[in-house]
């Protein structure tokens, strides 16, 4: 999920590939394994042992095992700067700061450029009122792009901090940066002239900013927030106005309180009141964009130093815990969302994702009664009720979705085009339950509010080929959805189908020979193309597909099945029409796991 930075800040992100070597076990052996190996325990906790079996942990996402044991290897090997280095970082995207910290120190003795250590103990000399220390430190983390882009912005606060305004706006004068790092240096800039009383130097720094870019959330409400701090409340309703009429989606919560703030003409405070709050803002900035680019490592250690400066950063620890979530951490991000304060106005929004994440670890009632509750709170807000039919589809309680996605649609704005996937959604629960007309009728009216999505496009078309009516049309609608996303594999399967249907079966190989090609690890998908080579001859060919998906894992319905195809091939017009039905069971499969995925989680939620 693209959060407030994800649009303009884009970022290169350095990926270190580790190949697990292996692990060890920390299950006690066997009297009998013990008199075999009287060595284990031994070579378990040597440092290779711990090396790798930390490895391994980071390679799982988790941070807290992998820091253990990295912690336990540096302890017999203290000066190894590798396992420093990582022990390091596993403690910090922990937000383990009495054990991140020491390690910080050995670290920036081993090499001063050491980026992340200097920041790190820049932010901690900055909190002890350190501003002379921090600086130092902070121009020591200056070593790349990256860093000197932080660093300057970072010594800007520091000397804010310290009463020097002019030299802080001096520290943010980077010429040579690209349009995106002045984006964010004219938003520093515009924070900390407003807090040094520099009105004509915020108003303009900000002016910039929106020029640049007038959807981004987080740079909208500061300058809203500024121009009405200052009682310039037609300026700052534009601003607001601007940005809800280019943001996607629904209004958002702090969007909507600002410009009802506005409206009442009351003064608000900025959105960032001191030096603490806007050093935190740095590397919150910094992280959340980093996590959204799929730098989750690296941004979640950003995000972990803006929590560092400011524990309760609500934008903060809402990236921190969809960080977490895109590597399924789901305890850690629920103990990440029970950090932020109670009542804010992203409560509603926070509650759905915990609820999501309740779910992905199988507390499907407890999920259930959380989105119960806010519906009870309030009845007119559609995301819960949208949320619990996310959830019931994802369970396969196709007559459940159906309930919370009509009470969906009965408080949208139903000729609203943004508002198809809930037809869509109700849709394909209705295709589930075999209802096949009122599947249609929802299809057809997500179609029409959205004639150019490419789910329903495809869903829609594959339905009617599979039936065998309304080929062509059917047919036309699968070309336009694969013409949109050519490289979705699933979608372009469907028009190899669509091709096979009506004995176009050369064609039918093409297209299912390049959605292959795509998505190589489908079962599915491989399956169809076998069947497509058996019927132009390719009987070699197709015998290897069968086998290529069954070594797959297909679905425990569909081994046999292959199996039988892999015996006696595709014998007669039964045969084949069977085989019909259980692809459509696949094809079903397939397109409710990736509808879900798209439309399963809050993506709009938290920002």
Do not use: C
């Not at 003064?267 to 959204?292: R, W």
């Amino acid at each position: 999920m693209r959060g407030p930075f994800g649009r303009v800040l884009t970022v290169s992100l350095f990926a270190i590939a580790m190949t697990v070597a292996g692990f060890f076990s920390e299950a006690p052996a066997s009297s009998q394994d013990q008199d075999q190996d009287p060595g284990q325990d031994e070579v378990s906790n040597s440092v290779l042992g711990n090396y790798l079996a930390g490895r391994f942990a980071r390679a799982a996402q988790d941070t807290q095992e992998a820091a253990e044991f990295y912690g336990r290897a540096l302890e017999r090997d203290p000066t190894n700067e590798v396992l420093l280095e990582q022990a390091f970082q596993m403690e910090t995207m922990s937000g383990d700061w009495p054990k991140a910290v020491p390690l910080a120190e050995q670290l920036s003795k081993t090499g001063q450029s050491h980026r992340m250590s200097q920041f790190l103990l820049g932010v901690t000399a900055f909190k002890g009122g350190d501003y002379k220390k921090a600086e130092e430190r902070f121009t020591a983390a200056s070593e790349n792009p990256i860093g000197e882009l932080t660093s300057a912005i970072a010594i800007g606060w520091t000397r804010l901090a310290a009463g020097d305004a002019d030299g802080a706006l001096k520290a943010l004068d980077l010429p040579k940066q690209p349009d995106w790092a002045q984006f964010y240096l004219q938003y520093h800039r515009a924070l900390i002239a407003d807090i040094a009383g520099r009105k004509a130097d915020a108003r303009a720094a900000y002016e910039k900013v929106f020029k640049q870019d007038s959807r981004t959330l987080r740079t909208t409400l500061a300058y809203a927030q500024s121009a009405a701090h200052y009682g310039d409340f037609k300026l700052a309703r534009r601003v607001i106005t601007q940005q809800l009429a280019k943001s996607k989606g629904d209004p958002h919560p702090l969007a909507k309180e600002m410009l009802d703030t506005i409206n009442h003409k009351k003064k608000p405070p900025f959105l960032i009141s001191n030096p603490t709050d806007g050093l935190a803002e740095v590397f919150y900035g910094l992280g959340e964009a980093l996590a959204g680019e799929g730098g989750v490592s690296l941004g979640t250690i950003y995000l972990q130093l803006a929590l560092d400066a400011k524990p309760d950063h609500i934008f903060a620890l809402a990236a921190l815990a969809n960080a977490q979530e895109a590597v399924k951490r789901y305890d850690d991000a629920l103990k990440t969302y029970d950090k932020i304060p109670q009542g804010t106005p992203l409560q509603s929004a926070i509650d759905i994702r915990r609820a999501f994440d309740l779910n992905s670890l199988d507390r499907a009632d407890e999920a259930k009664a959380v989105l119960v509750k806010l519906t009870e709170q309030d009845p007119k807000d559609v995301r819960p009720f949208e949320a619990l039919g996310n959830i019931m589809r994802a369970r396969k309680d196709y007559a459940g979705a159906v309930t919370y996605f009509t009470k969906a649609l009965a408080i949208i704005n139903k000729s609203d085009p943004r508002n198809w996937g809930y037809y869509y959604a109700r849709g394909t629960s209705y295709e589930r339950l075999k209802n096949w007309p009122a599947a249609e009728a929802d299809l057809k009216r997500a179609l029409a509010l959205a004639p150019d999505q490419p789910l329903v496009l495809n869903y829609l078309g594959y339905s009617w080929v599979d039936q065998g009516k309304n080929l062509k049309e059917g047919t036309r609608l699968i070309e336009k959805a694969v013409q949109l996303k050519p490289d979705d594999g699933y979608i372009v399967d469907s028009l190899g189908w669509a091709h096979y249907k009506q004995g176009n079966f050369k064609e039918a190989v093409r297209y299912l020979e390049r959605a292959v090609e795509i998505k190589p690890e489908d079962p599915t998908l491989n399956d169809h193309l076998g069947d497509a080579y058996w019927k132009v001859g390719r009987e070699r060919e197709a015998r290897f597909q069968w086998s290529q998906a069954l070594s797959l894992g297909p679905e425990p319905e569909d081994v046999d099945k292959i199996k039988a195809k892999l015996d006696r091939g595709l014998e007669s017009k039964g045969e084949a029409k069977n085989a019909g039905k259980t692809r459509q069971v696949q094809r079903e499969d397939a397109l409710r796991r990736r509808s879900e995925n798209k439309t399963g989680t809050p993506g709009r939620a938290v920002e």
